[in-house]
Nanobody, 128 residues
Framework: QVQVVESGGGLVQPGGSLRLSCAAS????????IAWFRQVPGKEREGVSC????????YYEDSVKGRFSIFRDNARNTVYLQMNRLKPEDTAVYYC?????????????????????WGQGTQVTVSS
């Protein structure tokens, strides 16, 4: 069973950038759908971005389009979320999640119900 671990969170000023990493073990990340979610206290977890299917389709939630970018480095077995022009409303715990059976054939969305492997989360705080 694949496992994922996030890193790269921290404190950044509005307008700044961060790159989150989702490193995998126990399986090849390109055989799974990989998504980033975020959650603030008192609110539901929301989908941010995913490499959603085995054709490589990528989806972004509307509020991060043009600012965030998801990409995968197969050699490092890691998926990244590059976050630029950060806003205070991006403050949240960010989670990486994997979905699929590892066969390399998957067609997922940004619904958290579809993902069954989750990391522990990494805090992102955007504040001056």
């Amino acid at each position: 069973q694949v496992q994922v671990v996030e890193s790269g969170g921290g404190l950044v000023q509005p307008g700044g950038s961060l790159r989150l990493s989702c490193a995998a073990s126990g399986g090849a990340l390109d055989s799974y759908a990989i998504a980033w979610f975020r959650q603030v206290p008192g609110k539901e977890r929301e989908g941010v971005s995913c490499i959603c299917d085995s054709d490589g389709s990528i989806y972004y939630e509307d509020s991060v389009k043009g600012r965030f970018s998801i990409f995968r480095d197969n050699a490092r077995n890691t998926v990244y979320l590059q976050m630029n022009r950060l806003k205070p409303e991006d403050t949240a715990v960010y989670y990486c999640a994997a979905g699929g059976d590892g066969s390399g054939s998957y067609y997922y969305s940004l619904s958290q119900r579809e993902y069954d492997v989750w990391g522990q989360g990494t805090q992102v705080t955007v504040s001056s």
